[in-house]
Every structure is written in structure tokens, then in C-alpha cells.
């Protein structure tokens, strides 16, 4: 049928839904066009509700087509009638009060609800069982019912289907049908497996599922063969106004993989939300700003900053780690080669992705400062005594949040409307390396960052001697005052 999408409307105080009556419908329905209160008179709030109202007026109308169709001589219905001999035949009988008379309902009339309908089941049923053979009794029957033809069982197995499930239909009761809602608990059972195997964060395992509620709440419980390219767009467009959007691709991306396991499972015969262009929606990004040398003296020689947020900080503008990769070290990831070169072992950690599964080396700078924790730690699970929740994140981000606002480092800037924040670490670490004359490749897999193509795929990339080489060109003279102060606790 040609849907056209439904509209709201205005009638007195109160908000509508209305939806046009496909013309094929027309006739099985009585009028072109069904309206019902959305029950507010704010305008936005109709808009939301818009989707499950228009579903539900949408199955009243093939729920009325159904109920059409089935009284046609040609229908699904009518031929299990005559396929069975029913025609004629009584399956229910009830009383009239307007006429003081009980009126019979031959088998040709369809069901119109769904206690006539299981009577029709019931009924269909044991008259199947007559052609399973067995009984010459019945046998006989079936002969003189036929005309000396009896039909294929089988074959009679699927006109009855057919027909009771046009008749289901008019009965307004639906097939089986996977909704969003009832299909997302399989989302999460695969998410929490991957939670298990340690692919997944619980954190984003959760957050899968928030967002796909967050999408049903805008566009509906649409059956998973009903959701389209358009109500992508249309989730896109609620959120355009509160987030960014790297945001909404994200949450969206958690929507389709739901509708990608409805598709390996055979719920639906593609997915589509594949091929989505979304880069008009959301607010523009902001990007974090690097540090120049004036606000790193600021950050390492403040006297009210903790020590412990010095001792992180440097570990992050010498390494571009992550913050929580940092954070969560423990004494057993720092390790040795045949050759000397000392490194951080993250190729088992809890990391944001498979690139972030590295080596990073230990600069001959950041060594003191390793080796006073490693001192300090050397009973404990970790270096740093930051509090980890069960997803691998640490206290540390609220820590470094707090004294970075603190400092007031866009006085010191570049840029005075500039973001700095934590990450603007990493970001500086990575503008030394190309300053010093690091190559792209090295400086990257330092990083974690992910190198496209099979970078990854073949080898194990830039030995730890060539990396550590990398890391020994940043100078970091601003680190004074802390290695300074392990010198002195050394004397």
C-alpha cells in the first residue's frame, strides 16, 4: 500500500493524528482518512507520540482490509472453507437480543474476534485430522466428500494455514513479530557476552542499551520490519539540538547493530541504517587545544596541584596515553627487553580499542620518575591509588578535571577561547613528535591510534629500540620540579 506519513493537527485545545486511507483501502474501510486524539494539547508532546499512534491506526486499517479480503470468494479464507467442505456448516451460533433469535455463523463468514477465531482453529483442525487416513470409515467419507479425489494432506495443511492467518489477521491479531522492545533483551544477552570475553566495557554495554530505549521512546516499538532509513533521520534530527555529532552517529551506531543481529538472525533481509549521512546533524564538534610550554611550567610547578596529579600528568605528556591506560598501570605492565628498552605493557589491558593494545616505551626523562613509583608501589596492585569502577575507569578523570579548571590555563594560551583538558596532553605529545621529526607510523602506534588498512594486520610494527628513540627526542623541561624532587628524596 502507499502510505503517506501521518500528520498532526490542531482541533479546539486538543492535538490529532490523522492519517490517510490508502485508496486500495477505501472501500474495506468506509472513509479515506482516520484521526485519533493524540490525548494532549502540547504540540511537541503529539509529535512524539505521533509514531505509535500512526501504527496503531495503520493496523486498524489492514486489520479492516484483512476483514474485507476475507469475505471475497477468491480469498485465503474462502478457499480453506471449501478445501475443507465447511461451506454451509455452523461453528458458532448466538443470541440477538434486537430480534429475540439465535442466529447461526456459517464457516464463510470469517471470525471477528478471536474467541470466534479459535473456534474456526478448533474446528479446521479436527476436520484435518479426518485426512491423516487410517479409519476406511472415514475414509469412505472423505471418498464421497471429494468426488473420489482426496486432496494431499500437506498440500491441505497450507491452504488452512493460509486462510487462518488471513483470519487472525482480521481478527486483529497479528503474526509473531519481533518488535525494537522485544528484540532488544537478544541485544543485550550478546553484549553482556561480549562484556564476558572482554570486548566490550560494561559501561558501553549499558549504554547500548540506554540509547536504543532513548530511539524506541522517539520513533516508537515499530516492528523491526518497519523501521527505515527515515526514522534514523528523524532520531538524528531530535538530537541535533543537545548533541554533537560524533554523538548521534554513535547512538545511532547502537541502533544498528541491533538491526544488524534482527539480520543475521533472518528478522530482516537488510539493514537500514547501513549508508546513513549524517554529518549535517548535531552541534559542530569542539576540539581540544594543545598545551603550550608556558602552561606545562603552570601545571608542574603549581604548589597546590597534588603530586600524584604532577606524577600522572607527566607519565601522559611523555607517553600520549590515555588517561585511564595511565592511571590504571600496575607494577607488573612495566617491563624490560633483551635490549634494555623499558616499556609500559598495555597488549593486555582494559583499552579503548585493538590499536590501543601496544608497547609504549619509557623515555630516559620519565625513568626516574617510573622507577620512584615502582619503589613506592612495589607491595600494591597499581601504581597510582586512584579508585577503578567496574568498567576500568578511574577517579583520576575527576582529579585532573578539577585542577585543570583550577589552574585557569586559557590565560596562558595560545588561544584564548581555547579547551584545555586532559586529553589536551595527548594531543600536545603527539605535536612534539611531528615537531621532532618523528614519523607519522611511529608516532601512531606510541599512541594507540588506529593505522588503517592492515598496518596491523602484518608484523609487529616499529621495533621497541626504534620507539623508544622516538620518545628520548620530546624534552620536557618542565618536569623539573618533580624530578627534582625524587632526586632529593634519593640523596
Not at 494532549?40 to 479480503?69: N, S
Not at 470466534?116 to 479409519?135: N, P
Not at 566495557?201 to 532509513?229: W, Y
Not at 552517529?249 to 546513513?276: C, E, M, T, W, Y
Request: hydrophobic share 35%; charged share 30%.
Amino acid at each position: 500500500m502507499d502510505w503517506h506519513p501521518a500528520t498532526v493537527s490542531r482541533r479546539g485545545n486538543r492535538q490529532y493524528i490523522s492519517v490517510t486511507v490508502p485508496p486500495e483501502a477505501v472501500e474495506a474501510v468506509g472513509r479515506d482518512q482516520i484521526k485519533k486524539s493524540a490525548r494532549t494539547t502540547d504540540r511537541q508532546i503529539a509529535e512524539r507520540r505521533k509514531h505509535d499512534i500512526e501504527a496503531q491506526i495503520r493496523h486498524e486499517i489492514l486489520e479492516a482490509v484483512a476483514r474485507h479480503r476475507a469475505v471475497a470468494e477468491d480469498s485465503a479464507y474462502q478457499r480453506a472453507v471449501n478445501a475443507l467442505r465447511l461451506r454451509g456448516k455452523t461453528y458458532t451460533m448466538e443470541y440477538d437480543a434486537k430480534f429475540n433469535d439465535v442466529f447461526e455463523r456459517h464457516f464463510e463468514e470469517p471470525p471477528r474476534n478471536e474467541s470466534e477465531l479459535r473456534l474456526v482453529q478448533e474446528a479446521m483442525s479436527k476436520r484435518l485430522e479426518e485426512y491423516s487416513g487410517g479409519d476406511i470409515k472415514v475414509v469412505k467419507q472423505l471418498l464421497e466428500r471429494h468426488q473420489g479425489q482426496i486432496p494431499d494432506r500437506i498440500k491441505l495443511q497450507e491452504i488452512v494455514d493460509h486462510g487462518l492467518s488471513e483470519a487472525r489477521a482480521g481478527c486483529g491479531i497479528r503474526e509473531s513479530v519481533e518488535t525494537l522492545n522485544s528484540f532488544l533483551p537478544q541485544v543485550e544477552i550478546a553484549a553482556e557476552e561480549a562484556v564476558e570475553r572482554g570486548t566490550m566495557k560494561r559501561k558501553s554495554a549499558r549504554q547500548r542499551a540506554k540509547h536504543i530505549r532513548h530511539f524506541i521512546s522517539v520513533v516508537g516499538d515499530l516492528e523491526l520490519r518497519e523501521v527505515t532509513a527515515r526514522h534514523a533521520y528523524e532520531y538524528a534530527e531530535e538530537m541535533s539540538d543537545g548533541y554533537g555529532n560524533s554523538t548521534i552517529k554513535s547512538r545511532i551506531s547502537d541502533v544498528r547493530i541491533l538491526l544488524d543481529q534482527a539480520v543475521k538472525k533472518g528478522l530482516l533481509p537488510h539493514n537500514p541504517f547501513i549508508h546513513l549521512k549524517l554529518t549535517e546533524y548535531g552541534k559542530r564538534g569542539r576540539h581540544y587545544d594543545p598545551l603550550n610550554e608556558a602552561q606545562l611550567v603552570e601545571m608542574f610547578s603549581a604548589p597546590a596541584v597534588p603530586l600524584v596529579v604532577k606524577r600522572l600528568w607527566a607519565i601522559l605528556i611523555c607517553t600520549g596515553m590515555r588517561l585511564d591506560e595511565a592511571a590504571t598501570l600496575r607494577p607488573k605492565q612495566v617491563k624490560e627487553n633483551d635490549q634494555g628498552v623499558r616499556y609500559f605493557d598495555l597488549r593486555h589491558a582494559a583499552v579503548k580499542n585493538e590499536a590501543g593494545k601496544r608497547r609504549v616505551p619509557i623515555s630516559a626523562t620519565l625513568e626516574p620518575l617510573v622507577d620512584q613509583l615502582m619503589l613506592e608501589r612495589a607491595d600494591k596492585d597499581t601504581l597510582f591509588d586512584f579508585e577503578v569502577n567496574d568498567d576500568g575507569k578511574t577517579s583520576a578523570s575527576r582529579l585532573c578535571v578539577y585542577w585543570m579548571g583550577k589552574l585557569d590555563l586559557a590565560r596562558l594560551g595560545d588561544n584564548e577561547d581555547g579547551w584545555y583538558v586532559t586529553h589536551s596532553l595527548r594531543g600536545t605529545c603527539k605535536d612534539k613528535f611531528r615537531d621532532a621529526g618523528v614519523s607519522p607510523e611511529v608516532s601512531n602506534w606510541i599512541h594507540g591510534h588506529d593505522l588503517g588498512g592492515v598496518s596491523r594486520a602484518y608484523g609487529h610494527g616499529p621495533s621497541l629500540s626504534v620507539l623508544r628513540e622516538a620518545v628520548d627526542k620530546l624534552k620536557h623541561p618542565y618536569l623539573a620540579p618533580i624530578l627534582d624532587e625524587i632526586a632529593q628524596r634519593n640523596e
